[in-house]
């Protein structure tokens, strides 16, 4: 079963690739580095700017969202 689905899934990837057949490698690889340097440097920087503008409300918008999912998880217990 792990082979039809390997075949399956790398037939999908070449025919969703054709478009840049000769530089596939060079593009996987770029779009790779751009995905971790997004994840690891951007996405922190933003968030830690937008904690900065607006710190106090989301502070305040993180706990009541934790203090609702805790309520949420004891009145479920409660019922089951």
Known sequence: ML???YHIVKVEYLVMTARFRSQR???MMSLFT???IWALIIVP???S???QWFGAQM???LVLGFSES???SEEFSQWH
């Open 25 to 27: 490698k060079a593009v």
């Open 45 to 47: 920087t933003i968030a």
């Open 49 to 51: 700017i937008l904690l």
């Open 34 to 36: 751009l995905s971790v």
């Open 59 to 61: 502070e305040f918008l």
């Open 70 to 72: 805790t309520m949420d």
């Open 3 to 5: 082979g039809n689905w």
